[in-house]
């Protein structure tokens, strides 16, 4: 079982012709739609495909009898999932069988099934999947899959413009950039290359780059401490920039409890919380503390639907021991034997949480009457975890995040008319992209928030 597109960089082939160029680097060849794009996924699942065609010979495997299952997002185009479903079946025929095909499940509904067999006490569950562009949340219970949600609302959000592209300024990765640079220069040429190659391009890029090299084997080989290039380290100890993450956190847990409320009793509060994706790595930033971020959770819950949390609740996926991709893997293996799994109903919440959105509500629909009361949606989430949640948790004292900060960030989204010229820009881009006439895909409670 294979989740192939963990990696953001994806080096392509050598250049003979110009050697001093070293690897090429590639990004979001899971996404994109242009011609050469598509070329680069195809080739990229058929190079997978013959390494592990190759070590199942080497290990004298039977290649008729090999399964492979792959792991999509659930706001996936169907579109899109067919390309790669096609991709996928046509390469297989090449290198396996060819009168077999391969099988395909949701990169939320994978940990849930894994963490409902490994958890004694585990019965109603949220797993809450972290990707670069989207956030995927699954609710379960009882070992059943009931409701799923999807939002572009997720990890590179957190290092880059969403309203503006081009714009490759970004004060996280501005801050810390040059001098993880500082560290690797002189001595290992080729991620130096690949920094600067980076450094022109989006800062969401440049954060996955330097994200990754405190596992990279070139820091390792040129003897240099991991610790000094350990981006997530060094913003775990940031006293400044940690409210950027306790806000992208709690806007997530906001909007699952907006959902649950929205369900009016359909689903129980859940006893487990997964963090899967390689997003939601950066978690930890907030703090490794399991029971305290499980209470600030909680109290989210609590203000949201207004009653006390009735039970405990546990965090999965903040332990160094918790990989989320190894965890998928494992959910498919598993889900490959259960034939009795029945199909999850989506749910999309309106902006101001008090509903699920059914297939009449369109982009086109839209009032100003509902981007009003979105607006007054996102004031309250900011009103109630800047100040009220603030003076009851002691962000200082629990997560160590700096009075002056907090400070600043109510500045920021107090600013007149600021955060609704946000929600109306996105909103036009969406119809201007062709979707005035789609339905709702996702709540414009993150459109400001972004």
């Given amino acids: 079982v294979i989740d192939p597109f963990t990696l953001t960089n994806i080096p392509l082939a050598y250049n003979k012709r110009s050697p001093q160029q070293g690897n090429k680097y590639q990004c979001d060849i899971k996404w994109g739609g242009r011609d050469e794009d598509l070329t680069r996924m195809k080739n990229f699942v058929e190079c997978l495909m013959l390494m592990i065609r190759n070590k199942v010979l080497l290990n004298e495997g039977d290649l008729a009898k090999t399964a492979i299952r792959w792991t999509y997002p659930l706001s996936m185009p169907g579109k899109r999932h067919r390309i790669l479903q096609e991709t996928w079946d046509k390469t297989y025929k090449k290198y396996f069988c060819t009168d077999g095909s391969t099988g395909s499940l949701s990169e939320s509904e994978a940990p849930i099934i894994y963490y409902f067999s490994r958890e004694s006490t585990a019965k109603e569950m949220v797993n809450v999947d972290i990707g670069g562009g989207t956030t995927d949340i699954a609710f379960a219970e ?4 009931q409701y799923v949600s999807s939002f572009r609302f997720a990890a590179n959000n957190r290092f880059m413009n969403a309203y503006a592209p081009k714009d490759l300024s970004n004060g996280i990765i501005d801050y810390y950039k040059e001098s993880i640079k500082s560290v690797i220069e002189d001595k290992v040429k080729d991620l130096v290359d690949a920094y600067n190659e980076e450094n022109n391009r989006r800062p969401a890029n440049m954060a996955s780059f330097l994200f990754s090299l405190k596992d ?39 909007q699952i409890a907006l959902t649950i409320k929205a369900l009016n009793g359909k689903i129980k509060l859940p006893r487990h919380i997964i963090l899967s994706g390689n997003g939601s790595k950066v978690v930890r930033i907030i703090t490794n503390d399991k029971r305290v971020l499980a209470e600030f959770t909680k109290r989210i819950f609590e203000k949201v639907l207004g009653k006390e949390y009735d039970k405990e609740l ?51 629909t839209i009032t100003d009457d509902n981007l009003n009361k979105c607006m007054e949606s996102v004031s309250s989430f900011f009103d109630f975890i800047l100040g009220e949640l603030n003076q009851s948790f002691a962000f200082d004292k629990n997560f160590g995040v700096t009075s002056l900060s907090i400070d600043i960030a109510k500045m920021e989204v107090a600013k007149p008319g600021y955060l609704r010229s946000f929600l109306e820009k996105r909103l036009d881009k969406r119809i201007e992209e062709g979707d005035r006439e789609y339905r709702l895909d996702e709540s414009l409670f993150f459109y400001p928030i972004k």
């Fill in 142 to 145: 009882s070992k059943q899959i």
């Fill in 216 to 254: 990279s084997k070139k820091v390792a080989d040129a003897s240099i401490n991991a610790s000094t290039v350990d981006l997530n380290s060094k913003l775990s100890r940031d006293e400044n920039f940690k409210i950027v993450f306790v806000l992208f956190y709690a806007a997530i847990i906001y």
């Fill in 314 to 364: 546990e965090i999965i996926g903040l332990d160094d021991a918790d990989d989320p991709k190894a965890a998928t893997c494992k959910g498919c293996i598993i889900a490959d034997n259960n034939n009795d799994r029945k199909v999850p109903e989506t749910i999309v919440v309106s902006s101001e949480g008090g509903r699920a959105l059914a297939s009449e509500d369109t982009y086109e």
